[in-house]
């Protein structure tokens, strides 16, 4: 029998259509080995040519630089295995950062190996990453690396959170960090997205986004894939149509077409998976069966263990798996333990989606007793085809194992989708309570306090149909306190209030205090401290002395009451009180938090020495205990501190440590994102503004669509707006501030900002809250505060007499509060400008000294405005300042009135002045710019 002629298998082998792509590629690899590096985010949907553009540029790249990859798995890998494999090759090229990183690198080999490190399972996820990072460091210091991740569509949590962690070095490193994903993995409230979302923001990331082929791209594409193949050019149309760009669609249409010498172009394949169960057709029947049984192993299979589920020795399987080899669908993935991937996800899915429910069931089950008689196990692996098998047994038996390894390993978001599985199949009502239990837990870890909310409120319900009053109360009240840490205070507060009025005087007495205590904190935190206080005092002292939860439940509303009050004597006693709870409580988490509180509380005193040692002591607590959340959280605080007292480079600095820290902490992120803004608009700090706050977000708290706990950040973003010029929505945000406030505590700046550009609607309850804090005796702050924002309401109505009267006890309170950014703005008032610019020059505060037409050096009493105004607007205001009125203004410039009056509004709004008669004031001896 003659043999058949040899042909040209149908590939793409050019290099088409991706050549910008692959330049920029080029470029920041060049910027890498200079000193600046970077992550490209390489993304697009399934089959356009992520895994394509990234192997040429490696081909292209290879002998200049190291290089090593990986490519994330489908449905478990340990936490950072990609990254620590890809260390993993390159240390075991530069030796010498083992010895130099000896306890990095050896948690490092632990890591690549899957495994926990033997007597370091505690070891923190911040912990974890920071020696990556540092071996990362070491290595760039005389290398330039790059590391390709690909598919982090399917990356662990922790993987995640070190791409962005990488952040806080790579621009000053040799490192290209090449990651790609699926564009159509981006869902709304999956774990991408906000990850991505996080990424693009900065400075040193760049996102590549390949979209599909146009017509003239993709025939290109498709005549190049059959070269040496006689193809018709109805067919060559119908494969450019119908793979509508997707050049894996393109090629697997191409490779149909000439092996099954289809000629209609109707009867084409009109979807990936039809293209791909074609070719399976030269297969003998049974190649397609030891494949199919491959699929369901999954996208990458040991070729010994796919022999054993199909009760063969190796020698059984090899020949279809060379047949599949040859035919393109699978590609030999490591020769020396022998095996295989899948040569895309989706053939592997289109595969395993062909077999009817009872095969699949049947196969898996056989997969998983194979797995079973081999040694060491994963329960991973295990767990996941005994819940496809459809094995409630051994589904609840080997999830519940795989998610106690998964936590072990701080693998949370793996660990609540394991423990998820085993509760479907937990025969008995007690046994789902405590797998709900640690469904929740998991979510908790992972930062996710609303899936962590809806496991409880599911378990909470099984707990009160059987009746117990007392575990059902508990979780109760830790809901209401998870809604409040996850930004829903609104809700938190109803959710307490509804189910503690549904409980008896009886049962509260002896299950309820803990939700007694939660609801009091809300309420004390909303600033109704009086209603706090007479809702604790419902339950008998003794009753708050039984434990560590019921003293905090008891004391941290009290502590945050007494706070609102200004009653300084019984905070302090809070305060020792909070101290002992510290002190006693063995868990690091809650303790830490009591700390948060006293700081909070000591900030919005004024009371800058106990504020700072509660964060400097919560800092250090935090960072001990790797909880990297709080760390960002007692940073933001400290920052905002520093910055309150007029020290804003140390303040940037401090925001500096904590950019780009990975977390999902909501008041963390609150409190670091108010304290930013506050520096970046005091240092006029654009970048700052712009690293903490995306124009998407902007345009939520602008629509009233973001989470009730973000109202601390409404009285911050308003005058971000207004000095962006849309004072419109900048009043809309004071408003409704205000409107939501029940106490200005800790939020004097906020308030001031109100009296600058509120709407005149607003003022008088923006005062009313001001006041109503000055009236309490210990209140210091608002007290300085009262006058400052009568004067600057005085300024801006023009008047100048009033405000100067009013801003004078300003200037002396704040100056003993050592606030200098409000004591300089008083000094504005008084008139002794050259005053304020001193104190302006010495904190460093940029944009108030713009807006007064100074330099940040000395030495200009009159210098000219630096580029604020443009020469229209400096027209303008310089006709204002002779008196001409805005018709006389339209007439000179020859321009509308209406014209006119868009840019006095802009001029006013750039330079902080509120009246014509501000402006002629401010223009006397200005030269021209």
């Known amino acids: 029998m003659n043999a058949a002629p040899l042909r040209s298998s149908v590939v793409c082998r050019p290099f088409l259509g991706r050549e910008r792509e692959l330049g920029e590629l080029a470029a920041l690899h060049k910027s890498a080995t200079q000193g600046r590096g970077s992550i490209a985010l390489v993304s697009s949907d399934a089959g356009v040519g992520k895994t394509r553009l990234v192997s040429e540029f490696r081909r292209l790249t290879g002998g200049r630089a190291l290089i090593a990859e990986h490519a994330c798995r489908g449905y478990i890998q340990a936490p950072l295995l990609p990254f620590a494999e890809i260390l993993s090759t390159f240390v075991d090229k530069v030796p010498a950062v083992a010895g130099s990183l000896p306890d990095d690198v050896a948690l490092l080999r632990h890591l690549a190996a899957g495994e926990p490190p033997a007597g370091m399972e505690r070891i923190e996820r911040i912990e974890r990453l920071g020696a990556l990072v540092r071996i990362f460091e070491a290595l760039t210091a005389k290398h330039a690396l790059v590391a390709i991740v690909e598919d982090i569509h399917w990356a662990d949590a922790a993987t995640l959170d070190l791409l962005q962690h990488l952040l806080t070095i790579i621009e000053r490193t040799r490192l290209l960090v090449i990651a790609t994903f699926r564009r159509d993995e981006l869902r709304r409230g999956g774990t991408l997205m906000p990850v991505v979302g996080r990424l693009v923001r900065h400075v040193a990331v760049r996102e590549i986004a390949l979209a599909p082929f146009n017509s003239e791209g993709t025939e290109h594409f498709v005549r190049a ?348 006693q809070e305060i020792e009180a909070i101290d002992a709870i510290a002190r006693d409580d063995p868990n690091p988490r809650s303790a830490e938090t009591v700390l948060v509180n006293v700081a909070m509380t000591a900030m919005g005193l004024g009371e800058r020495g106990i504020a700072e040692h509660y964060t400097e002591r919560g800092l250090r607590h935090a960072i001990e205990h790797g909880m990297t959340g709080l760390v960002v959280l007692h940073r933001g605080m400290r920052a905002h501190l520093l910055a309150l007292h007029g020290e804003l480079s140390a303040a940037r600095a401090e925001l500096g440590l904590a950019l ?132 600057l309401v005085a300024a801006r109505e023009g008047r100048d007499d009033d405000a100067r009267r009013l801003a004078t006890p300003a200037v002396d309170a704040f100056r003993h509060l050592a606030y200098p950014l409000h004591e300089a703005r008083a000094l504005e008032l008084v008139g002794d400008i050259d005053a304020a610019v001193a104190v302006y020059r010495r904190t460093g505060a940029l944009a108030d000294l713009r807006r007064l037409g100074r330099s940040a050096c000395s030495g200009d009493a009159a210098a000219p405005i630096v580029k604020v105004l443009s020469e229209r607007e400096w027209q303008g205001a310089r006709l204002v300042a002779d008196g001409g009125t805005n018709r006389d203004i339209a007439e000179a410039l020859g321009i509308g009135i209406k014209t006119v009056e868009k840019h006095l509004a802009s001029t006013y709004m750039k330079l902080g002045l509120r009246s014509r008669a501000q402006l002629s004031v401010f223009m006397v001896g200005r030269p021209s710019p």
């Open 660 to 791: 780009g820290t990975p977390h999902d902490h909501f008041i963390a992120r609150a409190y670091f994102t108010n304290a930013a803004l506050y520096v970046g608009l005091r240092l006029a700090d654009d970048a700052l503004i712009d690293r903490v706050i995306d124009p998407g977000l902007i345009e939520e708290f602008v629509a009233d669509t973001v989470p009730s706990g973000y109202a601390l950040l409404n009285g911050m973003v308003a005058p971000l707006l207004a000095a962006r010029g849309r004072l419109g929505d900048a009043q809309a945000l004071t408003q409704r501030m205000v409107s939501r406030l029940h106490s200005p505590f800790e939020q004097v700046a906020q308030l001031l900002y109100v009296a600058e550009i509120g709407a005149e609607a607003t003022l008088s309850s923006a005062r009313a809250l001001i006041a109503a804090g000055a009236s309490h005796e210990g209140d210091k702050v608002m007290q300085a505060a009262l006058p400052l924002f009568d004067a």
């Open 225 to 572: 894939a059959l070269h040496g193949h006689r193809t018709a050019p109805e067919q060559i149309r119908a494969i450019v149509r119908r793979s509508e760009g997707n050049a894996l669609f393109a090629e697997e249409l191409a490779r149909s077409a000439v092996e099954h010498r289809v000629r209609d172009a109707d009867i084409l394949p009109l979807s990936i998976r039809n293209a791909i169960l074609e070719r399976l057709e030269p297969l003998e029947a049974d190649g397609e069966h030891v494949l199919v049984h491959a699929a369901a192993i999954g996208r990458v299979f040991d070729v010994q263990f796919l022999a054993t589920t199909l009760g063969r020795d190796v020698g059984g399987v090899l020949p279809a798996l060379r047949r599949a080899r040859d035919l393109q669908l699978i590609v030999e993935q490591d020769s020396t333990t022998l095996s295989f991937a899948f040569r895309h996800a989706l053939m592997q899915e289109a595969l395993e989606g062909e077999l009817l429910a009872t095969e699949r069931r049947a196969i898996h089950l056989r997969i998983l007793e194979a797995l079973e008689a081999a040694p060491d196990a994963d329960p991973g692996a295990a767990a996941h085809h005994a819940w496809v098998a459809g094995d409630a047994r051994r589904t609840l038996q080997y999830g519940e194992a795989a998610g106690d390894r998964a936590t072990l390993i701080a693998a949370f978001e793996d660990a609540a989708d394991f423990y998820e599985r085993a509760l479907e199949a937990a025969p008995d009502v007690t046994e789902r309570e405590r797998l709900g239990g640690k469904v929740a837990e998991a979510w908790l870890h992972a930062g996710f306090l609303e899936r962590a909310v809806n496991v409880e409120k599911r378990v909470l319900a099984l707990m009160k149909a059987r009746g117990d009053v007392h575990g059902a109360a508990d979780l109760v009240a830790s809901i209401g306190g998870h809604l409040w840490n996850s930004g829903h205070d609104d809700e938190a507060r109803a959710w307490v209030q509804t189910e503690l009025a549904a409980m008896s005087p009886e049962t509260i007495a002896s299950s309820g205090v803990r939700i007694v205590g939660s609801l009091s904190f809300a309420l004390a935190c909303d600033g109704a401290a009086e209603e706090a206080l007479r809702i604790l005092a419902t339950v008998p002292p003794e009753a708050w002395e039984i434990g560590i939860w019921l003293r905090r439940s008891y004391h941290a509303p009290r502590l945050m009451a007494f706070a609102h009050l200004a009653d300084r004597e019984r905070w302090h």
